[in-house]
């Protein structure tokens, strides 16, 4: 996608041809930077304090780190220490763990002086991929927001409510949720995204909505509580989600409040869907609720908030009393009956064992 006319991914090798160069999130809206990454310690605390997030560029931000740590040295007792060290950064998402044991399970086949330039290769590869992934995810979700502006009788633009980032800022291009609407987008149908700000860490407020402005599609922030009574008068036609971790049942988990917009969703009859590339797919799990470690992550993501100040400087302000306890839970789990579908690379599945399996036989059977 493009930031002020030029073309971006979110992670790229720098023109040295070895270290790695990432748009630091943590700095958006109000700073356009870009991260350089030289050593696998870099790679893990930039995927720990969020300089990149989001499931799928997590993960290849994680094959990019085992590339950095090879680089230096590629023994079998590196390479252990370097998984073990990226793996630990974020618990949930299990595109990490998925990339991480791909770059691994391959180059450990190899003899140790040819490990470096094959991870720096694999873990381009798995960037091209995930492009390509969000890209079919585009143009199957698009579908739904044509038949919503269909429905309409072409009388309006059509609604899409969405919560976190799961644009192109969560993979390497496109995003997943927000493909659709892209893709929607630029084929001339009149699309309005609903942006919940997404508390704690408004990935919606600071990262969804500055991403929609970059590229010109109609867009309201609004609050985490708003959604249900935009719901409940007509105004959203479907909501569109990502996912960071989605059971072989069809349970989707994603970022803290996806579960009620998705009751809500449910009790006003509106469409909900997760847009999942298969890499998000855990085919070892059946029980959401039961099965997903949910992050917990540091509780002054809470109790402060960060922001621009009117004379134009960032400033981070305490929210909460001094001495309340505060807890910080990043993600919930939509149980697969609240889902309307599973929008994937493939198709649109229903949130099933069956509807899954239809479109992925060859992973359900691994
Ligand atoms: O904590 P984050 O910002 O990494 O959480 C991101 C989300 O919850 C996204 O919705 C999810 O990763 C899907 S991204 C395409």
Redesign the pocket.
Known sequence: MKVGGSPYRTIWLAEDGWSVEVIDQTRLPHVFAVAPWRTMQDAAEGIHT?IV????LIGVAGAYGLALALKSDASNAALAHAHETLLATRPT?VNLAWALTAVRTEVQRLAVPLRGEAAYRLAAQLADADVECCRSIGAHGARLIADAYEATGKSRPVNVLTH???GWL??VDW??ALAPVYVAHDAGIPVHVWVDETRP?N?GASLTAWELLQHGVPHTVIADNVGGHLMQHGQVDLCL????RTTATGDVC??IGTYLKALAAYDNGVPFYACVPSSTIDWTLSDGLRDIPIEQRDTREVSEISGMTVDGQVATVRLTPQGSPVANY?FDVTPARLMTGIVTERGVATASRAGLTALFPEMAAR
């Open positions: 969020m997030r989001g499931a799928p998402a976190c980032n799961a969560a993979t995003g997943t860490r990935q989600v990502g996912s960071d994603n970022k990043a």
